[in-house]
């Protein structure tokens, strides 16, 4: 059996923050931007409800003022991680809702205005598969040419069951055609998927996993289900709780998620920032140093690495 490769940071896997510092020499902050997008999954067009687990803040709780022009999100950001980072390069991430979702005009002004910031080094977009048409493809590819842009896909789970079930409102085609369209242009795709997902066997969730290897995406973010207030899997949780993982039964097979995972995906996310006040279940998340802590000792101890068990090398 192979031995577990070391890697800069110490820690086991291909960390965001091993990779920037790798690339960018350098370590970067996010910062979370709103540019009052809505999502074709709220508004009518193939969906009002939402996915069933999204908050009213569409997954951008952290995210900031949309009120606010990008500019002064930027600052107000850069601001608020003035305590802990000292450094000048950051992430313009676009996270809530679906940052795709808009007429090409603004699309072009919202992330032209990001990139304008000489300390912004990277675009960052959340969004979805089925919310990037020719035009906005080009758009990326054209700013991409300028500073590099990262497009974060919400895929959560690879089985058609699932999908319906959390209302996701695309097929996996759409998915897969996304993919082959981006990396046409040279832009890095991060894939967001979601660990124990209602009904899900970890079976299913490993043949996500599976999946993904054979995909060429350059991300990838897990994270487990969280249950919020305010949603419709909030309310489905209280009038029939559904089984969700403890800390220790979740990072044992984080682990074994880690193992099966190609070793040349970068992870962006292991833990979720769920808001504390919304926070139904599982309530053990919200002590995120605790989870970390106990993530790192978990891995040593069961010799956890990624791509050690991967079958796509």
């Given at each position: 059996?192979?031995?577990?490769?070391?890697?800069?940071?110490?820690?086991?896997?291909?960390?965001?923050?091993?990779?920037?510092?790798?690339?960018?020499?350098?370590?970067?902050?996010?910062?979370?931007?709103?540019?009052?997008?809505?999502?074709?999954?709220?508004?009518?067009?193939?969906?009002?409800?939402?996915?069933?687990?999204?908050?009213?803040?569409?997954?951008?709780?952290?995210?900031?003022?949309?009120?606010?022009?990008?500019?002064?999100?930027?600052?107000?950001?850069?601001?608020?991680?003035?305590?802990?980072?000292?450094?000048?390069?950051?992430?313009?991430?676009?996270?809530?809702?679906?940052?795709?979702?808009?007429?090409?005009?603004?699309?072009?002004?919202?992330f032209s205005e990001a990139i304008k910031d000489p300390e912004v080094r990277i675009l960052s977009v959340a969004t979805r598969p089925d919310c990037l048409p020719a035009e906005t493809i080009a758009l990326l590819s054209e700013l991409n040419r300028i500073k590099p842009v990262w497009v974060e896909l919400g895929l959560q789970t690879i089985h058609p069951s699932t999908a319906q079930f959390i209302r996701r409102g695309y097929?996996?085609?759409?998915?897969?055609?996304?993919?082959?369209?981006?990396?046409?242009?040279?832009?890095?795709?991060?894939?967001?998927?979601?660990?124990?997902?209602?009904?899900?066997?970890?079976?299913?969730?490993?043949?996500?996993?599976?999946?993904?290897?054979?995909?060429?995406?350059?991300?990838?973010?897990?994270?487990?289900?969280?249950?919020?207030?305010?949603?419709?899997?909030?309310?489905?949780?209280?009038?029939?709780?559904?089984?969700?993982?403890?800390?220790?039964?979740?990072?044992?097979?984080?682990?074994?998620?880690?193992?099966?995972?190609?070793?040349?995906?970068?992870?962006?996310?292991?833990?979720?920032?769920?808001?504390?006040?919304?926070?139904?279940?599982?309530?053990?998340?919200?002590?995120?140093?605790?989870?970390?802590?106990?993530?790192?000792?978990?891995?040593?101890?069961?010799?956890?690495?990624?791509?050690?068990?991967?079958?796509?090398?």
């Open positions: 059996m192979a031995e577990y490769p070391y890697r800069r940071d110490g820690r086991r896997y291909y960390s965001l923050d091993s990779y920037l510092k790798t690339k960018y020499n350098e370590k970067m902050y996010k910062l979370s931007l709103n540019g009052g997008f809505t999502c074709p999954n709220r508004d009518g067009t193939c969906g009002t409800g939402g996915c069933i687990f999204c908050s009213r803040g569409g997954s951008g709780d952290f995210a900031g003022d949309s009120r606010l022009s990008i500019r002064r999100q930027i600052e107000f950001q850069k601001a608020r991680l003035k305590s802990k980072y000292h450094g000048h390069s950051y992430i313009a991430y676009f996270q809530a809702f679906t940052n795709t979702y808009a007429p090409i005009e603004k699309l072009r002004a919202v097929d996996l085609a759409v998915f897969d055609r996304a993919v082959s369209l981006l990396r046409a242009e040279g832009i890095d795709v991060i894939v967001h998927m979601i660990l124990y997902l209602p009904g899900e066997t970890k079976s299913n969730m490993l043949e996500t996993i599976d999946y993904l290897n054979r995909m060429d995406i350059q991300g990838v973010k897990l994270q487990l289900l969280h249950v919020l207030d305010g949603t419709d899997l909030g309310d489905l949780y209280r009038e029939h709780p559904f089984p969700l993982p403890s800390m220790e039964e979740y990072l044992d097979f984080l682990g074994v998620c880690i193992c099966s995972l190609r070793s040349d995906i970068v992870i962006h996310r292991l833990t979720g920032d769920g808001p504390k006040s919304i926070l139904i279940a599982p309530l053990w998340t919200a002590n995120k140093r605790l989870v970390l802590n106990r993530m790192a000792q978990s891995f040593k101890e069961k010799d956890v690495w990624q791509g050690k068990n991967c079958r796509f090398l």
